[in-house]
Nanobody
């Protein structure tokens, strides 16, 4: 599967953005979808993941209550709604996919999309 992420940009602290990840192929519902991020000078970290059908989700503690992951299997698209953005959310965000439920390990990675939160 090939993944392409969209929606990054510059936003003020407290604002919101929605990232989208479009996947190629006809088996989108066979993949667990997720998001990772990497801030400047820091290691890459897990952000969120959603199940095959989208009926369950898992979040990093740092984004819980502010971010929401979802998916539309009919559109081959996963989303990350980011609300109440903080300066520390500034990072390159990567969309990921995997056929296995491993939560923190993914075989497929999209190109990143940059999110910059300003004060």
């Amino acid at each position: 599967v090939q993944l392409q992420a969209f929606g990054g940009g510059l936003v003020q602290a407290g604002g919101f953005l929605r990232l989208s990840c479009v996947a190629s192929g006809r088996t989108f519902s066979s993949y667990v979808m997720g998001w990772f991020r990497q801030a400047p000078g820091k290691e890459r970290e897990f952000v969120a993941a959603t199940s095959f059908s989208g009926d369950s989700a898992y979040y990093a503690d740092s984004v819980k209550g502010r971010f929401t992951i979802s998916r539309d299997n009919a559109k081959n698209t996963a989303y990350l709604q980011m609300n109440s953005l903080k300066l520390e959310d500034t990072a390159v965000y990567y969309c990921v996919a995997d056929r296995l439920v491993r939560l923190f390990e993914y075989d497929y990675w999209g190109q990143g999309t940059l999110v910059t939160v300003s004060s």
